[in-house]
């Protein structure tokens, strides 16, 4: 299965990275970047291609060429402080870019389409929040701005052919050893997890669909 991943030279979007390339059911990741990175050391695995990226809002028809055949999306890009351009804009780019692929009668596709819908996955979190009236207390921009962004691309699958959103909403996600250490105790197992079962949760969720929000626990 091809699948196509933005943020994978991120934090979270490295792990999704590298467990989508050790997944038998992957044929290639097609890794949308700003820059390439050649000295990193999943380039030169065969299952990956690059698609360089001058501006996340704009694709050619070069860029959708590369992205055509696809039957997944993992979206790892986003802020911390909220952006619109980056938690927003830039996944709804995509989406508008692609989504005509799917039912285009050129596609060689377009048959499997009507039957196994294009499964977005986009990488949320537990803190945000979808109603922007509502008082917060903290972290209130980033919080509000992706929580935005969940819904508008849950938006976007309910008017959009063969387009189905999926939405993961980790809590404080933690690199090998801190989830049962420091985090783990200051945060505990429901709002702590893994970048390696986000990774796997995920990619598993692009491949074989599941529910459409994803929680902890």
């Not at 050790?22 to 097609?30: D, I, M």
């Not at 919080?143 to 309910?158: N, Y």
Request: net charge neutral.
């Amino acid at each position: 299965m091809k699948i196509i991943l933005s943020g994978g030279t991120g934090y979270i979007g490295g792990a999704i990275l590298q467990h989508a390339l050790a997944h038998p059911e992957v044929t290639e990741v097609v890794v949308l970047s700003r820059r390439d990175v050649p000295n990193a050391d999943w380039r030169s695995n065969p299952k990956v291609k690059m698609v360089i990226l001058a501006d996340f809002n704009t694709y050619n028809e070069e860029d959708i060429k590369a992205l055509e055949g696809a039957h997944a999306c993992i979206w790892a890009i986003g802020s911390y402080t909220g952006s619109v351009d980056v938690d927003i804009n830039y996944p709804l780019a995509f989406a508008r870019a692609f989504a005509p692929t799917l039912s285009s009668s050129s596609s060689s596709l377009s048959t499997m389409y009507q039957k196994d819908h294009f499964r977005y996955v986009h990488l949320g979190g537990a803190l945000t929040v979808r109603d922007q009236t509502k008082p917060l207390w903290y972290f209130t921009n980033g919080r509000r701005i992706r929580g935005s962004a969940e819904g508008q691309m849950e938006d976007f699958s309910r008017t959009t052919p063969n387009w189905d959103t999926y939405t993961a909403k980790p809590g404080w996600v933690a690199s090998p050893g801190y989830a049962s250490g420091l985090l783990g105790w200051m945060f505990g197992q429901r709002l702590s997890i893994k970048v390696a079962e986000v990774a796997a949760a995920m990619v598993d969720v692009a491949l074989h669909g599941d529910k459409k929000v994803l929680e902890d626990g």
